[in-house]
């Protein structure tokens, strides 16, 4: 089973940086994929970004140019490099694991952008 422990969400203005982190544990298999989605009040879970073990990308198109996604498979960890960020980009954000056993969330951190 596999456990993620988010973190690096907070409070920021827009036009800032932040970046969040995502380390996984337990038992996992070698071929799987990480990434992040979202999810604003009212609105449903989107995606934002994700990235395979083999180093395969996909961004929503809302993130392009300004997330950056990548992780380092020797910590299990998956990171998200968020720059110039908006106040639409306001949300929840997860982590997510897949593999061919199944799907993992973690517990979600919280970004908020002011204007």
């Known amino acids: 089973q596999v456990q993620l422990v988010e973190s690096g969400g907070g409070l920021v203005q827009a036009g800032g940086s932040l970046r969040l982190s995502c380390a996984a544990s337990?038992?996992?298999?070698?071929?799987?994929?990480m990434g992040w989605y979202r999810q604003a009040p009212g609105k449903q879970r989107e995606l934002v970004a994700l990235i395979t073990n083999g180093n395969r990308i996909n961004y929503a198109d809302s993130v392009k140019g300004r997330f950056t996604i990548s992780r380092d498979n020797a910590k299990n960890t998956v990171y998200l490099q968020m720059n110039s960020l908006k106040p639409e980009d306001t949300a929840v954000y997860y982590c997510?694991?897949?593999?061919?056993?199944?799907?993992?969330w973690g517990q979600g951190t919280q970004v908020t952008v002011s204007s």
């Open positions: 337990g038992s996992f298999l070698s071929i799987n994929t």
């Open positions: 997510r694991y897949s593999d061919s056993k199944g799907i993992r």
